[in-house]
């Protein structure tokens, strides 16, 4: 019997080691100097918005398509100017020349003149090394890199978590993921071009994700990379594109391991910009002043759990529990946080952890008579298939998230339904929603980067100051310093008798 | 003094609980006993299956998770179908059945004179597989799935609210504990599976089938492994593909070998040990910091039984 037992544990210390692996990439990603000081969007420069306030937000702007507040859509003559002229001239130097400051709001982003006023200074930060402790170093000045451009066709990759503790469901992100270009391909496409998605799952693994991306890189030989849900898998890959001179776009997710990449750009508000905003929702919309935050406990999170909580102190409210949870939280544990939290009596949970932690949290939050109102950031928390299967444990849960839902899609952008009845055929999804958005953003930096794009052009036009509009994600620009370019988040809430999520307040800056 | 060292290894069992219990108390942790037993006893659930497995044919199960996950699988799609849930559990759990008796029939006997460590691999493997038809047609999103029993707040121990479902669960393993150990102990088809274990060839002599054992302890063992799945499912509500071999299968495997692998008494001490040092791992403040300490526990716990005492808490000596 010993022989087989010694079998049994030796494999067990191998599944343990092999998860343990998983750390190294964070390790690596921890390793960049962190910023001595995250600032995030200041409060005072927010004003009401969401559903109260329609007109600051967009919402009522369904009549003419295009919200209140957004900045008209771009034409496609307007960034032809700047496309070959900028390859040249300016290739990517912005980021290592003047590093990236965190939490620095960018101008305009969809705000009204007032909201849009306040630039919080922040400091600076040095450029980072890359994973593999290499400086982050733009291409030559000069050398003009056109990988996966050709006459007729972008290639960009995608990596997204379809399998491990954040699933995304394959088939809805397969059917999704071409819907923005057909559509866009019909209207004659970018410059004659076309973008091919190539997409890989990274399976909630930050080790596997570097692996996929270089994967996309160095066979697939795509033009950029987009991450679309995962902290951790979002920073392993930003690195490895920054050490690449690869592009890489990505909903906001931490900042640390992510300021100072030279080709990193967050297409939403990061978890340390939402902070403030979810503070305020918190005090000012929900009205309940006892909060708890609950972070998974990986490094990456670090600086959003010290954002949550310097942004519910200014605010007043009182932090009854501030604790983090395994990445991959046994139901013990998940039953003895669920609760302490009931103990601790907080009224308001402030998570940011990956969905299957969430849903089983609220399970055993629930199975403890214990029903808080579940508030966080975005990005997966907010889709459709948690509320499908966390219901009704997850109640009223409020999440941010850089894309409305389906319920105001047709107000912001009439075009998404039609068109995905059309070319993915079948019922509409916010996973194609978030798709759609993410590439029509994509569509509109493309577009900034003119006729001759190459990978400079494009981090060129991006880092130019130029505002991209989509009237779906959020209203983006950036500089050579500023890469966190968002400044409002849509505000979604689960309405557990349709096991959906509904979207309460569009381009909100504040509460 | 025979009788006693006989039971050397209950009495070493009772004394590390009862040392633990008063240690827990006594540091105003008594909650962790609680949150242990209560999750401990689905690991128990499922480490009965591993026993039950390893105890008639000496294999490593590694695909016992997924006979419950497949099971959850059968019970949301009749359930969702409109079968009534009671006839959706007995739907589940025939096919964790079925998955049992083609496990045994397509991959363990072609593999019945292979040496233990290849049926380990091929059972990984049937898992793997499984976990792949899982994504293939059920896609890796989580799905709702109800309790069986839905009230949450009739029982509170020391302050922690006790659902029925995870009383169904503890209930269902101390029956099976006790039934199974019964089984094997006084029943002519138990005694026949343990010699079957222990001496193949003789057995056979005797006109026993071992095949047919083989196939019989199999399903069995999956409807255990369903079960557990299925009760399991309704404590947290949701299940996606590999539910049960990411979530129990190695505290599982903790439990059955802390308890001995041969003793199914003591894939219930083994389930709720495993449930009490992680719950106090994690809720004990001084810990905090360390990522994962829950499972470092009950990683060091089985280090230190298997260098102490090999054959578990309640196992006999090979």
Redesign the interface.
Known sequence: MKRPIRCAALLLVLLVAAACGQKSAIKDSTAAPAPAEQNSTDPGATTDSGTAAPADTGADAGDTGAATGQAPAATPSTPSKSGTSSATAKPTTGATSAPARSGQTAQGGGQSPSQAASETPSQQVPSTPDPGGQPTTPAPSGNVDRTGVSDKVIKVGIHAPVTGAAPFPQNAFDKGKDVYWKHLAEKGGIFGRNVEIVFRDDQFNPSHAVQVCREMVEQEKVFALIGAAGSEQITACGRYAASSGVPYLSGGVNEDGLTGLSTYFAVSQTYSQQAPLLAQLAKNKIGKTKIAIVINNTPALNEAQKSMTDAAEQLGLEIVRNSRIGKNASDSELLSEANQLRTSGAEIVNILTSPVNFIKLATNAQAQAYNPIYIGPGITNGLNIVAEAGCPAIGAAKFLSPFPQLDAIDRLDPDYKPAYAKYAGGEPDDIGLAEWGINKVLHKMLEAAGQDLSRQSFLAALESGKEFNTNVYPTVSYSGQIRFGAKTMHLLEADCSARKYKTIATFASGF | VTEVLAHRGALIGTAVALAAVLGLVASGSE??LV??L???A?YGLVALGLVLI?KSS?V?NFAQGEFGTVAVYALWAAHVNGVPYVLAIVLALLAAGAMGLVTERVIIRPLFDAP??TL?VATAGVSLLAIGVE?WLG??????IQPALGR??RLSVL???V?DQ?MLILATLIVLAIGLGLFFSRTNLGLAILAVSQEPTATELMGISVRRLSSFVWCLAAVLGGLGGVL?AG????F??SFIT???L??A??AA?LGG??SLPGAFVGGVVV?IV??FA??EPAF?HI??Q??LAV?LL??GV?AIR??GLL?KA?
């Open positions: 909650q962790a949150i242990g209560i999750t401990g689905g390893y000496g490593f233990r460590v380990l994504i896609e890796a999103r989580l799905r709702f949450f707040d302050g922690i609210k659902s995870r399991t404590v947290v509500q949701n996606g593909p990411t979530s129990t190695i505290p495997f903790t070998v692998m041969t449930g992680q719950a994690i809720g905090s990522p994962g829950g499972t990683f089985l280090i298997l090999p054959q196992g090979a």
